[in-house]
């Protein structure tokens, strides 16, 4: 189920592209999750689960914004009738 979509516009080798995420619900244990099977990879670092205090708390940079407030709805329940637009 889709929850949400965000786009970009930004530059890539150059050139205006326009980039747009979707975001899907989906329960997935932490070994289902894997860089190296990623068919875009697009330089992954790093990964790692978040609770909804760390995401709310941290003074990293996480987009989409209204992330947390997305992930807190869904777990009480409140899903999306059709995908809402999240912010840049």
């Not at 619900?25 to 909804?52: F, H, M």
Request: aromatic share 6%; glycine share 6%.
């Amino acid at each position: 189920m889709q929850l949400a979509e965000r786009s970009k516009d930004h530059l890539v080798g150059g050139r205006e592209v326009r980039q747009v995420e979707r975001y899907f619900l989906a329960r997935v244990s932490p070994g289902d999750v894997s860089p190296e099977r990623a068919t875009q990879p697009d330089n992954i670092r790093e990964y790692r689960w978040w609770t909804q205090d760390e995401l709310r708390s941290t003074a990293e940079t996480v987009y989409p914004e209204g992330l947390a407030d997305l992930i807190a709805a869904v777990a009480e329940g409140r899903t999306p009738n059709r995908p809402i637009v999240l912010a840049g």
